[in-house]
């Protein structure tokens, strides 16, 4: 005999495994905190202004502790991807006559992880052999995928998708605030001053400086983490709604 669900009396949940999409933001971002930054050695990088004996010497002493770093975050790195799924399922709730701006946050979502992968990968080669690697060589790994994570402005086709989204909400009660979209606004557009590392290799607009490093790039993971909360409230409101609909049936 069919149940209510199969004849149609009550409508299927819509947000089926979103919750666990929306939860592998934040886990995502604890293991990179872990992974990347600690035992990566990635707080702060090492900084541009050392020669190639000297970054070969840090990358030399550190290995083990590097290799460890990148392969976990590499393995743990896709998760931005299915976090960007989740937020897409939200955002849909908010665009209702098409889903433009969250196909477009998706793509933005899996690009990013190429911004992790990359680098990592890069990373991880500088530290695999570094007794027989030449200094120079390691240099330029290590310069190479720091140039890639910084400079790569692929998190941006998830931001601004988002806060465009989030700002033509038309519910009495949005479903993200709106003093996030204008705060990821202009996290999207900061980005652009990171590529500052392009041009100086010491001070505050290197890859370590105090500008671009413990400012602007810090505010990527105030938005990840405030993104991540603001996600997770919004799936649970959605997902009351749907039950008082499927009530009200």
């Not at 949940?13 to 990566?40: H, I, K, M, Q, S």
């Not at 105030?222 to 799936?235: C, D, E, G």
């Amino acid at each position: 005999m069919a149940n209510a669900t199969e004849i149609g009396l009550v409508r299927p949940n819509p947000y089926r495994y979103v919750r666990a999409c929306a939860w592998a933001g934040p886990v995502l971002l604890v293991a990179t905190l872990l992974f990347w930054a600690v035992l990566g050695q990635n707080v702060p990088p090492y900084s541009s202004a050392l020669s190639a004996e000297e970054i070969a010497a840090e990358v030399s002493e550190h290995a083990t502790l590097i290799r460890i770093g990148m392969v976990g975050q590499m393995i743990f790195s896709g998760l931005y991807l299915v976090w960007g799924i989740g937020i897409a399922k939200v955002m849909e709730a908010m665009e209702r006559d098409n889903n433009v701006l969250s196909t477009i946050q998706i793509w933005g979502a899996g690009f990013t992880v190429l911004i992790f992968e990359v680098p990592c990968m890069a990373w991880l080669t500088a530290a695999y052999r570094p007794d027989i690697w030449p200094p120079y060589l390691i240099q330029m790994l290590y310069d190479m995928g720091w140039m890639f994570f910084d400079i790569a402005y692929l998190t941006s086709l998830q931001m601004i998708p988002l806060a465009i989204c989030i700002l033509h909400d038309k519910r009495n009660v949005p479903l993200i605030p709106k003093w996030l979209a204008w705060f990821t606004l202009w996290v999207a557009i900061s980005f652009l001053l990171i590529a500052m590392i392009a041009f100086f290799k010491d001070g505050p607009f290197s890859r370590s400086g105090m500008f671009n490093y413990w400012i602007e790039f810090s505010l990527f993971f105030w938005f990840w983490l405030l993104v991540a909360i603001a996600t997770i409230k919004a799936v649970t409101r959605l997902e009351g709604e749907h039950a008082q609909l499927a009530n009200d049936s």
